[in-house]
């Protein structure tokens, strides 16, 4: 996804709280990808994503005028599609669990015998095993290329704990892929 530069994303702004013809699909086209494909990331159902894409959009609208320009428009957005999927799983699992998949971006593989299918399961496996702030911050760090201070503003962590927690979840990754290297051995 390629986010607006800072002008750009300004002029975008003062138009949706205009309510100007275009500027709703504008946002929807420069945006759409990546709620999709955040949605994507945490609820499996095609047609539930689809339900939570519009709720998504239909609550940027409605709340546009709310947005403050101190922070980027895509971290803002990005904190709408979180939680409205976080609150969907609580509704539906009535906890806190995030269904994560497919993904293998940035890991080596554990050993040559194992193919792509087999590694985003075991990583998946692992990922979802880790507390739920853990798996936020993973998320939001590798797979999306957020900040730690965007991570912050995204889940309202102090960006000390955001360090931590992305600290402590690559180390237990990393602990894990190790004790199942050695069990293949």
């Avoid at 990546?34 to 609820?43: D, M, R, W």
Wanted: overall charge negative; glycine content about 4%; aromatic content about 12%.
């Amino acid at each position: 996804m390629s986010y607006k530069n800072k002008t750009e994303s300004d002029d975008l702004v003062r138009r949706l709280k205009r309510k100007e013809e275009g500027a709703f699909e504008e946002l929807i086209e420069d945006y759409g990808g990546v709620i999709y494909k955040v949605l994507h990331t945490y609820i499996k159902d095609k047609n539930t994503v689809d339900d939570l894409f519009q709720d998504v959009f239909i609550k940027i609208f409605k709340n546009v005028h709310t947005f403050r320009e101190e922070s980027k428009l895509s971290v803002w957005i990005y904190q709408i599609a979180l939680n409205t999927t976080k609150n969907h799983l609580r509704k539906k699992y009535n906890k806190d669990i995030y269904e994560l998949q497919e993904y293998t971006a940035s890991v080596d593989p554990v050993d040559e015998d194992l193919d792509n299918k087999d590694l985003r399961a075991l990583l998946e496996t692992y990922i979802s095993g880790l507390p739920e702030n853990w798996q936020t911050v993973i998320n939001l760090y590798y797979f999306h290329s957020y900040s730690y201070n965007e991570i912050a503003d995204i889940t309202g962590f102090p960006v000390g704990t955001v360090k931590t927690y992305l600290y402590r979840a690559k180390d237990k990754l990393c602990s894990l892929m190790e004790k199942h290297r050695k069990e293949l051995s």
